[in-house]
Nanobody, 123 residues
Framework: QVRLIESGGGLVQAGGSLRLSCAAS????????MGWFRQSPGKERDFVAV???????YYADSVKGRVTISRDNAKNTVYLQMDSLKPEDTAVYYC?????????????????WGRGTQVTVSS
């Protein structure tokens, strides 16, 4: 059974930075792509970033240039460095394992979701 635990969220002022972490256990972490999604109340879960098992990275247009995804296979951990945060970045951030080879942007192609970590950006 795969388990993902996110951490690093919090309250930050606009323009600030946060670094989210997602610690994985239960599978050979390096064999899988890992993604970050976010969800605000009343909205769908939206793609933020993904890092493939070959360390290719892809980002949502809304965060491109402000967010960096990375991974440390030795620690079974994926990171999301977020800079120049905006109030519209406020959401619960989830990490997940990319299980299928469909669209990298589709939440349905991911599984083993963590419980999420809250990010709140004040104006």
């Amino acid at each position: 059974q795969v388990r993902l635990i996110e951490s690093g969220g919090g309250l930050v002022q606009a323009g600030g930075s946060l670094r989210l972490s997602c610690a994985a256990s239960g599978r050979t972490f390096s064999n899988y792509g890992m993604g970050w999604f976010r969800q605000s109340p009343g909205k769908e879960r939206d793609f933020v970033a993904v890092i493939t098992r070959d360390n290719m990275t892809y980002y949502a247009d809304s965060v491109k240039g402000r967010v960096t995804i990375s991974r440390d296979n030795a620690k079974n951990t994926v990171y999301l460095q977020m800079d120049s945060l905006k109030p519209e970045d406020t959401a619960v951030y989830y990490c997940a394992v990319r299980l299928y080879t469909g669209s990298i942007y589709a939440a349905m192609d991911y599984g083993y979701w963590g419980r999420g970590t809250q990010v709140t950006v004040s104006s």
